[in-house]
Every structure is written in C-alpha cells, then in structure tokens.
C-alpha cells in the first residue's frame, strides 16, 4: 500500500501502511450517542474506535467554521494523519468519534480515504440531554448564557474550576456570525435556544460537508431508537468483524455515557422532555431548528411536528365502545347540548347552519339524533369508531371518516365545524384550530374539557405514553391571538360551566371564519 499524501493534497486511493485495512469516523454534535457507538465498534477484534483522542481540534474546528482557518490541510497532516496512520499499522481498522470534524470531512476523505458514519438523534431529544449534561456533570454549554442553569454540586464545581479562556470544548462550538438572524439577539438566547442552535448547525454542516466526497463513502445512522442490526449493518459498512447482536443489545440497554452512566444521575434537575414542552418552547425550538428537523427527516409535515409515534392509543383501544362513549358524553352533557343548541339558535335565519364537521366525533353519540335533519360528517382518528357509525347510523345526510385531520386536512367545507372535549388530548392546538377553520366556510366551535385558564400566557402539553394522549391545558389569551391571526371575526373565548349550578369551567371557543380563510 502507498503511504499518506504528500504536501500538495494529491489524492492516493489506497492510504496506509503496508498491511492496514482502513479507518472511519464517527461524526455528531453532542449528545447524540456517538459516545455509546464508539464503545460498541470498540469491541471488534479487528479494529477498534477511539473516543475524542487529543489533539481533537477544539480551537481548529470553531476558526474553520468562521472561515478563520488559514490552512485546513495542513492542520489534518499535522494532528490526525499522523495518530491514524500508526492506528492503522497496530489495529488494522482505526476508528475515532469526534464532535468537531465537520469542516474536515473531505480532507480526511481524500487524504486517509476514510469511511464516516453521520451519527443523528431528534434534536429535541439532543436539546433536553444538552440541558441536563450542562446541568448535571460540567456547567459549560454555552459559558456566556446569562442564566447560569440549575446546577449540582458536581457541575459547579466542574465549571468553577475551568477558567473559560482555557475551556476549548465550548469555543469549539459554533457561534452565530454577522449577519445571521440569530447574531442580534444572541445575547439574549437562554441555554434552550442556544442548544437548539448549537444542534441545528452542527447537522447541517455535516449533511453539507458529506455531499463533498462520494456516498459509497458514509452512512447515516439515526440513533433516535437505533436498534442491534443498524449499529451491526455500519459495523460491516467499517470492516469491523465480531460484534454481535447480543453484546449490542446489552450496550444499547446499559445506556453508555447518560448521567446514571456516569455516576452524576442523583439531583439533577432534569429538563422536560418534548412531549411536555409547552407553546413558548415549542415555538423557540421550530423557529431555530424546524428547517434541519425536516432535512434530517424527523418532520414528515409542519402540522404533525409535534405527533409522537404512539399517538392515539386510548381511541384505538376503546374503538367502538358504547358504553364508554356514552358515558363520555353524559359525563359533559349539557356542554353537548349548548352546542347544539348554538347551531339551531340560527334556524329560520339567512345564517341557518345546515351543514356540520363533528372532528373527533368517536361514535357521534347525541349528535347524530340531534344533528339528523342536515348534513353531518364525523371524522375521528379511530377507524373502529367510524366503522361503528357507518353500520348502525343510517342516515344518508351522514357519514364518518377515519382520519387524522391534522395530518390530513378536510377539503370539504361546512358552515361549522365542531370539536367537543378532543383539542385537549390533541398533539398540537393550534394546528388543530387550523385544521378546522380550513373545513369551515364560516364557524368554528370547539368546547375545552379540562377547564379555564386565562393566566397561562401559553399552552400547557402533557403527553401521557400509557394513554398515548396529551392531556393540555388551553391558553385563552394565546387561542385568542392565534384566531387573530388567521383574520377571524366575532371570536369568543369564553369560561362557561359544565353543570348548572357546578362550579367546574370548561373553556368555550367560537369564531367566524375570515374572507381568506386561514
């Protein structure tokens, strides 16, 4: 075999010592199992894969990423070739993990003929284990955040005794520059959005680094629920040989490198996870990294962002169930009636509403009796519930849909659109307001189950992964500007009782459709 490229960059096909067999990388931005990975290939009797091995280009990485670095070649001859070239000779296959190689890739590609494995994780995932790593074992992710986090003991410590001019790992993280949107109000970022940022960059940059050298020359491998026979398939991709499914399996289960891992897991205040992110965060998070999310695959649309996987489960597992349905809807009964009773209050008017859109309309139990001189159509997310309806509810003015009209909008409109009691166990609100005012011609009514609350200043999500429901807790004033929003008039947002006499308040929302819809 020819030995490493010479000082003008020559491409060599085949790099290494005599009896060698090749090296990779592991690219990610932090805490996105690299770490876990890296320990896994490690175990190869022919090769190995080393974590963050020094010099492991802090200082380079950041200077090249502002374009800073006068000679990123020779930065690669000097500090990596080297350490690989001599891995090679002893291990056979050299591997190493880093966080801070994406502006190398091509070098390392043309000069090593290297191998990558783009390590990603859902960034909302990365953001909340970025909070709690910062929080829990170092206190140094993004040292100029004005708000120090909520650290223990060992975090403090850790980060008291760092002065930040010598704290390389965190100037090796990007920076927004001049010019973007995000340099004028850095300062004023918490350490949620300046993660969000820190993981959008950093993916980006590797997606558009690796379009640089061939794709026979990388995989990509999502570790969001990774499973043994992805990690052994890209053991393969390397050359590595003898790691087997079993030992893979107890790594994944041991979860190397978390905080319980490493011994900092006792009080530590922990960040939620997405699931129970509420609007403010939700938004910050979309508006920093929504665009990486789609390019990485993790958003299928904008609507069903916030959709987790398990959605839906307590609908699915009570299908057609009468006497659960029935119970739910006289458990709020007169909440039912006073919407029925809105859509006849414009009987004998030029606003008569003679067409109606029930989402979420389970068995349409009480509605289809009272609904059954117009046209009506239920549409709920369990197909079992609208089965039910279009065998033993014959009335040919309706018909029930199974569908998910979040993810799917309704083309048909209707001059209302209701929602009893669903928009709180639903993924997002406000893409649920929209999906109704998109089926509407003219109203929307939506009646809000778990109660009044006009001092939360945004929507408060609750996922429930039993249920595999949200239980939410519906901002007023935030549904009210939303509805603004989208050029609606006459809007209500209004507490009203569940019960005559009770004193429990349900949340009432009505508005009249915009002459641009939304």
């Not at 080297?82 to 002893?90: E, F, H, I, S």
């Not at 639903?426 to 006009?454: H, K, N």
Request: hydrophobic content about 35%; proline content about 5%; some cysteine.
């Amino acid at each position: 075999m020819t030995g490493p490229v010479p000082p003008d960059g020559q491409h060599v096909d085949r790099p290494g010592p005599e009896g060698s067999s090749g090296c990779f990388f592991v690219i990610s931005c932090a805490r996105s199992g690299s770490t876990s990975l890296a320990r896994i290939l490690g175990v190869a009797r022919n090769g190995t894969c080393h974590v963050e091995p020094m010099p492991n280009l802090n200082v380079e990485t950041r200077l090249a990423l502002e374009g800073r670095l006068p000679d990123p070649e020779a930065v690669i001859a000097a500090q990596v070739e080297p350490r690989v070239l001599d891995g090679m000779r002893r291990d056979g296959i050299h591997g190493e993990k880093s966080v801070t190689y994406g502006p190398f890739v091509e070098i390392l590609h043309r000069r090593l003929g290297a191998r990558f494995i783009f390590l990603k994780r859902d960034g909302r995932d990365v953001v909340r284990s970025l909070i709690d790593w910062h929080n829990g074992m170092f206190g140094t992710i993004y040292r100029e955040c004005g708000d120090p986090g909520t650290l223990s003991q060992r975090a403090f410590n850790a980060a008291a005794g760092l002065p930040i001019e010598l704290d390389t790992s965190d100037f090796a993280r990007p920076r927004p520059r001049p010019g973007e949107p995000a340099f004028e109000q850095w300062e004023r970022y918490s350490r949620f959005e300046m993660c969000a940022y820190y993981w959008a960059q950093c993916n980006a940059r590797y997606r558009a680094e690796l379009q640089r050298i061939p794709r026979d020359a990388w995989r990509e491998l999502d570790y969001t629920g990774v499973t043994a026979e992805q990690i052994i398939e890209v053991a393969g991709f390397c050359g590595l040989e003898g790691i087997d499914g079993e030992t893979v399996r107890a790594a994944l289960e041991q979860r190397i490198n978390s905080l319980a891992d490493r011994g900092a897991d006792a009080g530590v205040a922990r960040f939620p996870d997405w699931t129970q992110w509420d609007g403010g965060l939700r938004r910050s998070f979309d508006s920093i990294a929504g665009s990486t999310m789609q390019d990485l695959g993790y958003v299928d649309a904008p609507a069903t962002r916030w959709r987790p996987r398990e959605f839906g489960r307590t609908w699915l597992d009570h299908g057609a169930d009468v006497a659960w349905f029935e119970w739910m809807y006289g458990s709020r009964r007169e909440m039912h009636e006073r919407a029925i009773a809105w859509i006849r209050s414009f009987d004998g008017t030029d606003q008569e509403i003679r067409s109606v859109a029930d989402f979420g309309c389970g068995i349409a139990v009480g509605y289809a009796d009272a609904l059954a001189d117009r046209r009506y159509a239920g549409f709920d997310l369990c197909p079992a519930s609208t089965e039910w309806c279009r065998r033993h509810r014959r009335n040919p003015r309706h018909r029930y849909e199974s569908v998910d009209f979040i993810a799917d909008p309704i083309d048909e409109r209707f001059d209302a659109v209701l929602s009893s009691g669903t928009i709180d166990n639903s993924y997002d609100i406000e893409a649920y307001i929209d999906a109704m005012l998109q089926a509407s011609s003219r109203w929307i009514m939506v009646t809000c189950y778990r109660g009044w609350f006009p001092d939360l200043s945004e929507h408060r999500y609750g996922w429930n992964a039993k249920d595999g429901c949200f239980y939410n807790d519906v901002s007023a004033a935030r549904v009210r500007a939303h509805l603004l929003r989208r050029g609606c008039r006459d809007i209500a947002v209004e507490p009203v009782r569940k019960s005559a006499g009770g004193s429990a308040l349900e949340t009432m929302i009505i508005a009249r459709v915009g002459r641009t819809g939304t």
